[in-house]
C-alpha cells in the first residue's frame, strides 16, 4: 500500500483510542477478540477477487449504497485483472509492484496486528483502523451471531465519494486497456504510468483529518 494509507492507519488508530470513553473497547489486531473481523474482511476480500458479486453480497452487512459501492469494487477489481492481462499479452511479464491496480489493492486488504478494531457500546458493532484501497476504517456489524462486513467506507469518509472514485477508476482502466489492445502505448512504462495514474485516482490526495472510525449506519 502507499506510504500515505499506513500513516493515516496509525493516525486512525489514535483518534480511535481517543473513543475509548464512549466505546466498548479496542484491542489490536494481533488480538484473539480481532479474529472473526479478520476472517469476515478475507472472506469479502476472496470473493471480490474472485468476481463473485453475489458471494461477496451475502458476506455483507450493509445497505443499498454499500453493495453499490460493493459492487463497484468487483467491478474494478475485474477491470484492474483486464488490465493487466492485456498489458501482459502485450509486453510480456511485469511484476505487481510495478503494475499498480486494485486487483492487487484488495488482494493486500486486511486487518493486520499494526490495526486496531474498536467495539461499541452496541455489542453487536465495530470497526477496524485497517484500510482499504479507497480510505482507512471498515465497519463491522454482527448478525444471526456471525460478524461481517457492514461497510467498507467509514465516517467520516462517504460512500457516495467512494463510489465516484471507483466508478472514475473502472472507466479509466477499461480506456487503458483498449489502447494497449490497439497498440496506442510505445512501451510497457508508458502503460505501468497510465495504470499507476489510474490507481492514484482512488487514494484522495489530501486530507485536513485523519478518518475516525465511529458508526454511520
Keep these: 500500500m502507499r506510504k500515505m494509507n499506513f500513516v493515516c492507519t496509525i493516525l486512525a488508530g489514535v483518534v480511535i483510542s481517543a473513543s475509548l470513553a464512549v466505546a466498548g473497547g479496542l484491542v489490536e489486531g494481533s488480538d484473539a477478540r480481532a479474529e472473526p473481523m479478520k476472517k469476515a474482511l478475507a472472506a469479502l476480500v476472496k470473493e471480490i477477487g474472485a468476481g463473485d458479486l453475489e458471494k461477496a453480497k451475502a458476506l455483507c452487512a450493509g445497505g443499498k449504497t454499500d453493495v453499490e459501492v460493493l459492487a463497484a469494487y468487483v467491478d474494478g477489481a475485474a477491470g484492474a485483472k483486464a488490465m493487466r492481462a492485456a498489458i501482459t ?17 484488495v488482494d493486500r486488504m486486511g486487518i493486520h496486528d499494526f490495526n486496531t ?3 461499541y457500546d452496541d455489542p453487536d458493532r465495530a470497526a477496524s483502523s485497517a484500510d482499504s484501497p479507497l480510505g482507512v476504517g471498515i465497519e463491522f456489524k454482527r448478525v444471526d451471531g456471525t460478524w461481517k462486513v457492514l461497510s467498507l467506507v467509514s465516517s467520516p469518509e462517504k460512500s457516495e465519494d467512494h463510489l465516484a472514485r471507483l466508478k472514475l477508476y473502472i472507466s479509466t482502466v477499461k480506456a487503458i486497456t483498449e489502447k494497449v489492445k490497439s497498440g ?3 512501451s510497457s512504462d508508458d502503460a505501468i504510468g497510465a495504470a499507476g495514474d489510474a490507481e492514484l485516482q482512488l487514494w484522495p490526495h489530501t486530507r485536513t483529518a485523519p478518518p475516525a472510525t465511529s458508526p454511520t449506519h
Design 89 to 105: 499479452a502485450k509486453f510480456g511479464d511485469i511484476p505487481d509492484n510495478r503494475l499498480l491496480g486494485l486487483d492487487t489493492d
Design 117 to 119: 478494531v474498536i467495539f
Design 184 to 186: 496506442s502505448y510505445q
